[in-house]
């Protein structure tokens, strides 16, 4: 599994850290069951701080995403099939937002300002 980062981003470390994962989750590259590599595997590949990516691994047990066990490290839940089809569904509506010429900054500012209590009739 690839875990990007960039120094250079405003996002904290451990944000991109976990946000690498969550996308790769939602691509499908990795699938519910699969082991994330350890922290310290992470944490040297990338010359990281060990926290930084156990805080990022502990915002993904948070979401749901990740199940933390001692001597098993991190496995991937099945919420992960979630976030898969969830992805299905973004992209499918980018695309039908593309074809009817909206910019994705548009897309994006009408999908924060939705509210998902909201009576939609």
Do not use: C, F
Request: negative net charge; charged residues 30%; hydrophobic residues 45%.
């Amino acid at each position: 599994m690839l875990i990007r980062i960039d120094p250079s981003r405003d996002a904290a470390l451990w944000e991109q850290v976990a946000a690498s994962v969550r996308t790769a989750i939602a691509a499908g590259k990795i699938r519910s069951g699969e082991r994330l590599p350890s922290a310290r595997e992470v944490a040297g590949s990338l010359d990281l701080n060990l926290h930084t990516v156990l805080r990022a691994y502990q915002e993904l047990r948070d979401e749901g995403l990740v199940d933390m066990r001692r001597g098993r490290g991190a496995v991937v839940t099945e919420a992960a099939d979630g976030l898969r089809r969830l992805r299905d569904d973004v992209v499918a509506l980018a695309s039908r937002a593309r074809s009817l010429g909206l910019a994705p900054d548009v897309l994006a500012s009408l999908l924060a300002d939705v509210d998902p209590e909201e009576d939609p009739s």
